[in-house]
């Protein structure tokens, strides 16, 4: 079993910056593969970025790509999501996921998901 819960979310203007975390309860943290998606109203979630359990290999989404970064600190059962350059389309609620042992980039293979932080950008 393992809880999420992310952080970091908020108002930021056009070509601004975040930093996304998302912490995870449990002792195998370092054996799930982390998901970050977004959600905007009446619309399906996206897969936004991802990171292996190892830390190695990681995979984006073509709208973020060269602007996004994921990473983790497996000591501090922690994931992270830099957003530079933000535009205002990248407004959404963004949610981590994690699955085991599994490469994923979509929504149905993740079994544990966080309860979601809102990112807004003003243009």
């Known amino acids: 079993q393992v809880q999420l819960v992310e952080s970091g979310g908020g108002l930021v203007q056009a070509g601004g910056s975040l930093t996304l975390s998302c912490e995870a309860s449990?002792?195998?943290?370092?054996?799930?593969?982390i998901g970050w998606f977004r959600q905007t109203p009446g619309k399906e979630r996206e897969f936004v970025a991802a990171?292996?359990?190892?830390?190695?290999?990681?995979y984006y989404a073509d709208s973020v790509k060269g602007r996004f970064t994921i990473s983790r600190d497996n000591a501090k059962n922690t994931v992270y999501l830099q957003m530079n350059n933000l535009k205002p389309e990248d407004t959404a609620v963004y949610y981590c996921?994690?699955?085991?042992?599994?490469?994923?980039?979509?929504?149905?293979?993740?079994?544990?998901w966080g309860q979601g932080t809102q990112v807004t950008v003003s243009s």
């Open positions: 996921a994690a699955v085991r042992h599994l490469v994923a980039t979509t929504e149905p293979l993740y079994d544990y």
């Open positions: 449990g002792r195998t943290f370092s054996s799930y593969t």
């Open positions: 990171i292996s359990w190892s830390g190695g290999p990681t």
